[in-house]
């Protein structure tokens, strides 16, 4: 069900509403919290759902928003999944604009000060950049997630540049800031349970007005998804369904940013073979219960996966070392070896 909200009148409305959607996370959303309130300028306000979570989420945040007026905490009595939980968010957001933040990630200093100078009148979508790092934040995985340095603008003429150069790094809700009315006024049931809510709003029709900046200022923790454990099936199915499902954007475009069967692609299967997403278990659910066909998978399915993690990172380290995100994944796995392991040390990564 599409919530409806009162809207708040010009006096009283914030220029942005910080919407973060959580579920047991009571490790990290402190320290998120800790990062968004240490510069959170009036005007500002932090909208924190709280999809039922069973671990002490709750008493993490609640000291936040007992003491600091800003901050608005709604928790909910069951769990109904991000995508709804995002859209709770935004319906009960008060300002113009809404950010919709992560729940591990921090801000860098500064952050939320900049967004609010780049909120244009008019403005329908503002895209914000971001750093990866490891889990713990204390290793850089990549200085720019979005690997542009000079800040760009799209519009309606331009949907299908738009679509093909910022679609991939869209899959991080994280670095969107929407506005409220845009959101409010598309579509949202029918993506609820696609895991990506704000894709299917941004993209269902062209926008007017798309700022990118280009400035990294979000810490992503990478690795940390509460989806890792359904990688494959949201990766190989569920990302590339919902791409290419919107009409009016072009074919070449949507390739950009993935194929529409990925599961047919033999580095991409092996790669999930590799860090042990991808078995005979998963080649049975999705593939045979599911009708499709393919030697290919199957052969896969069955390659020893210690060895394919070793081939793996081995081959990454001859000809391609700044893939440092994935060499993470490698190494952590629990098919890594001495091999991954030791090359991952070399390249400074950590194996934990």
Known sequence: MTLSVRSPTDSERPALSICIATY????????????????LPAGVEVVIVDGGSSDNTAQVIEPFARQIHAVRY?????????????????????????????????????????????????LDLLVV???????????ELSPRALAIT??????????????????????????????????????????????????????QAPLSRIKIL???LIVIRYGNATWSTRGFEIWM???????????GLSDTAKKRVVAREPWRRWRRLTFYRAIGAYSYA????????????????????LLPAVAVNALTVLYWFLVNRNARAGIYDLARSRNARALTRLIARRLGIPTQ
């Open 214 to 216: 280009a400035d990294p």
């Open 24 to 39: 047991n996370r009571c490790a990290y959303i402190g320290q998120t919290l800790e990062a968004v309130l240490n510069q």
């Open 129 to 139: 950049n971001s750093r990866i790092c490891n889990a713990d934040l204390s290793v």
């Open 150 to 203: 000079s800040d760009r603008r799209y519009d309606a003429e331009s949907a299908n540049a738009f679509l093909s150069e910022i679609g991939d790094y869209l899959s991080y809700i994280g670095g969107v800031v929407i506005r409220q009315g845009l959101w409010l006024a598309r579509e949202r049931q029918r993506y609820f349970g696609s895991e990506f809510i704000h894709i299917g709003v941004i993209f």
């Open 237 to 247: 199915f569920k990302w590339p369904s919902l791409i290419w499902s919107f009409s």
């Open 74 to 122: 709604f928790r909910e009595a069951t769990n109904s999944g991000v995508d709804r939980d995002f859209d709770k968010a935004v319906c009960y957001a008060r300002g113009e604009y809404c950010w919709l933040m992560s729940d591990d990630d921090v801000l860098v200093p500064g952050a939320v000060a900049r967004v609010i100078e780049q909120l244009e009148p008019s």
């Open 282 to 301: 998963e080649y049975r659910k999705f593939f045979i219960d599911q009708g499709r066909t393919g030697l290919l998978p199957l052969i896969i399915a």
